[in-house]
């Protein structure tokens, strides 16, 4: 199960930070990762952080987000800074989990962001 949290509606030029734990018997993570979909749009894979720390952004968010991760408490954070109007969408995050039946790609239920120019 992953739950995301933290997005809203924020004026250009502002910031949000989203979060998203993952919760039951996990006994595993490797790579985890926000994705968003913009109305009419398709998703699109926004950023990823491996295990080991590795990360890669969407073109577009390079120099304004920011991704990571705790494992200690199994949750992965965008930050966001510097938004714009066409960053407006229903964020995903998801998370290959190792649980009882084995490895598995999971997503949260979305969170939206708004923001206004």
């Known amino acids: 199960q992953l739950q995301a949290s933290g997005g809203g509606l924020v004026q250009a030029g502002g910031s949000l930070r989203l979060s998203c734990a993952a919760s039951g018997i996990i006994f595993g993570i490797k790579d985890m990762g926000w994705n968003r979909q913009a109305p009419g749009k398709q998703r699109e894979l926004v950023a990823a952080i491996t295990s080991g720390g590795m990360v890669n952004y969407l073109d577009s968010v390079k120099g304004r987000f920011t991704i990571s991760r705790d494992n200690t408490k199994n949750t992965v954070y965008l930050q966001m800074n510097s938004l714009r109007p066409d960053d407006t969408a229903v964020y995903y995050c998801?998370?290959?989990?190792?649980?009882?039946?084995?490895?598995?790609?999971?997503w949260g239920q979305g969170t939206q962001v708004t923001v206004s120019s």
């Open positions: 998801n998370a290959a989990l190792l649980s009882s039946t084995g490895w598995g790609d999971h």
